[in-house]
């Protein structure tokens, strides 16, 4: 027989002592939660917009109900039931019974059930109990039907953890009823046991951080369900999620508010699921999460709420919140931890300057479709079995690309949510005037061959540096004959961006560099005789200086690049329309060549930008920055030979980095590394 108060069995009286405690903070969450459905308007009749916010109500009105015993919020659920049980359907404007709408329905209403059920009218239980029998069949049944195909049996995509998730929670809910929903609990079960084993053990998330936050939650809840219901506990066989928060702490902007967007973003902030922070620092003991958790509900929450893009977003989490609090995890702030970090599985590299909110951050990836274990696995099963598995819809064509944060401003953007993903959206190199293979529509992974890749080829990380090399060679059309598009990334500990990238192909070709901004970049200064060319994006508090280091000779424009993408097909006024501006410097054409790039963010009322010198001696490219009087030397040797590193104070394959603070005598000198002298700007 299953457990009939799912989550609550054998804890209940100690929350409803914590309430008035330790769990106050998230008790008042809950009821301000269930206070606020009091004034809404419930739909009479299906809506073309997504239902989901209806499963979230009833879980947070039931829990509020079992809590305290208090009969209006009883009242208030069984008016919030009394709309989804009377909807012939669940969904409509895609997939009815099939996807989210119900998926997050079978939850929050299974929960409801299992919380309140009793306390429910005798028809009005029942009601509800054989809608949750019919919906759970209908989703079970798509889902045996289906195998190989869509989200039944597609492991790294929220469609399949919430699907799943939800049709578990409805079985586990009714199971003593109705026997048959135990087929549901074990089919489930079979899918999230190999979901675990298949997760990328980085903790990554190839979807972006939107999607991680609107479905790795699932994971989470599903295994918490398991634990209740049956009593097993998968959570400590999961690298994926030990390893998660860290993923989504180092894609925080500098003032953690905001997001590196990487992948669908519908927007800049939303990314904060309070309730996963706690559960991740209770099942893992991560005092980080904890701490982050109470930045956002004690300063980030209601705008979030107001302004995210996400749906039903981050209020109606309230339930979780205070069932996954632990107050014996004690918050430890990340000012301790690596300012760089590397997931070999996305390919990402993350390295930022500080911890503070002023601080310079580059997020760097370069991976397949869905990271390095999804592309493998995905096409071992579609030789094996002829299933179709990675969805990888919300991954975009960004292999080799970045993202550039600061002076509190988006420097160089990514472009967020798209219905039709090309690189020339991204920071990237065209050849020919061509992106990767596939682009220009949503799913651009899709019915690609294993060979299609981009990978990290090495990282240097520690003492103030990040660096890596992308290889994306790979990602473009096998006519074009590219041999090499290998970019070099440094980020200095002064902040300053070194880009180096390293191309060519079996014949001549035009390379076009792309630099996208929220505002277009404007010339400042003609490049003269060993003095780059400066170009300058405005970007609120702060502005990128780019200096176009080299080729000397290069076509140089300003285009604005329109976006547009609709995450929720149901509801047309969620579309997102909007401009970034790309820089694009073209070469060519050449068999090979070497792009040389520097960029410094700066705040927005200094002018100018720092002294930049550059060499290149063969296959190794030299170039020193002189800023705020701090000198700093980057050495890089394009084929990943030794570089000669004395008194420097980061070495790694194919790289040397030196800081010289003002005043103090610069190693380089004495080590023969000095560049030629260049005119300073003034």
Request: a negative charge; aromatic letters at 10%.
């Amino acid at each position: 027989m299953t457990n009939p108060t799912l989550l609550l069995d054998g804890h209940e009286d100690r929350l409803r002592a914590e309430a008035q405690g330790v769990r106050a903070g998230q008790f008042r969450r809950l009821l301000e939660e269930c206070e606020r459905y009091r004034s809404e308007v419930l739909p009479t009749e299906h809506p073309s917009a997504s239902i989901t916010y209806l499963g979230a109500a009833a879980a947070n009105l039931a829990l509020a109900y079992r809590i305290t015993g208090q009969a209006h919020y009883l009242t208030e659920l069984r008016r919030w039931l009394a709309v989804p049980v009377g909807f012939v359907h669940w969904g409509r404007a895609h997939m009815p019974d099939h996807d989210l709408d119900a998926g997050w329905l079978l939850h929050g209403l299974g929960l409801a059930y299992s919380w309140a059920g009793p306390a429910l009218p005798a028809d009005e239980r029942t009601a509800l109990r054989d809608k949750l029998i019919l919906q759970g069949a209908r989703m079970y049944e798509f889902a045996v039907s289906t195998e190989g195909q869509w989200w039944s049996s597609s492991y790294w995509q929220n469609h399949n953890w919430i699907c799943y998730a939800g049709l578990a929670t409805a079985g586990y809910a009714v199971t003593a009823e109705h026997p048959a929903a135990r087929d549901w609990t074990e089919r489930a079960k079979a899918n999230f046991d190999m979901v675990l084993d298949l997760l990328p053990a980085d903790g990554s998330n190839s979807e972006g951080v939107v999607y991680w936050r609107y479905g790795e939650p699932w994971l989470v809840s599903y295994l918490d369900v398991l634990r209740s219901a049956e009593g097993l506990d998968w959570f400590g066989r999961s690298d994926h999620l030990r390893e998660t928060f860290w993923y989504r702490l180092y894609q925080a902007a500098p003032d953690l508010e905001r997001i590196v967007d990487h992948g669908d973003c519908h927007d800049r902030r939303s990314g904060h699921p309070v309730a996963m922070y706690y559960k991740l620092a209770s099942e893992y003991g991560i005092g980080q999460a904890q701490w982050l958790a109470a930045q956002v509900t004690d300063r980030f929450l209601w705008r979030e709420a107001y302004e995210s893009g996400v749906r039903p977003g981050i209020r109606a989490e309230a339930y979780q919140e205070f069932l996954w609090y632990d107050p014996n995890v004690a918050p430890v702030a990340p000012d301790d931890l690596p300012t760089s970090r590397h997931f070999p599985d996305l390919g990402l590299v993350v390295g930022r300057t500080s911890w503070a909110e002023d601080a310079t951050l580059v997020s760097f990836k370069a991976s397949p479709g869905g990271g390095h274990k999804a592309w493998d696995t995905s096409h071992d099963l579609l030789e094996q079995r002829g299933w179709v598995t990675l969805s990888a819809g919300h991954h975009h064509p960004d292999s080799g690309t970045f993202v550039l944060l600061g002076e509190g401003s988006y420097l160089a953007v990514d472009e967020g949510y798209s219905s039709r993903k090309r690189t020339a959206h991204h920071n990237a190199v065209l050849v020919d005037g061509n992106g990767y293979v596939n682009t220009g529509r949503y799913h651009v992974y899709k019915d690609l061959d294993r060979e299609y890749t981009g990978r990290i080829v090495t990282t240097t990380l520690g003492s103030g540096w990040t660096h890596a090399v992308s290889e994306v060679a790979a990602m473009y059309d096998r006519s074009l004959g590219v041999r090499r598009v290998r970019r070099h990334l440094v980020l200095t500990p002064g902040g300053i961006l070194v880009l180096v990238d390293d191309l060519a192909a079996d014949a001549p070709r035009e390379w076009t560099w792309l630099l996208q901004t929220d505002n277009p970049a404007a010339p400042v200064e003609a490049g003269t005789d060993g003095t780059p060319e400066l170009w300058r994006a405005e970007a609120g508090r702060g502005a990128l200086a780019i200096h176009a280091v080299a080729p000397a000779v290069a076509r140089t424009d300003v285009v604005p690049t329109p976006i547009h993408a609709n995450p929720t097909s149901s509801t047309p006024s969620l579309a997102i329309e909007k401009v970034q501006h790309t820089l694009r410097r073209t070469v060519g054409p050449a068999a090979e060549a070497t792009i040389v790039s520097v960029l410094e963010p700066r705040p927005w009322s200094v002018d100018g930008g720092a002294r930049v010198r550059a060499q290149t001696d063969g296959r190794v490219v030299s170039v020193e920055i002189t800023a705020d009087g701090a000198i700093e030397r980057v050495v890089l040797d394009l084929d990943g030979a030794a570089v000669p590193g004395t008194g420097a104070a980061v070495t790694g394959e194919g790289f040397a980095g030196w800081r010289t603070e003002p005043g103090d005598a610069d190693p380089t000198r004495s080590a023969g590394a000095e560049l030629a002298e260049a005119p300073r700007r003034q």
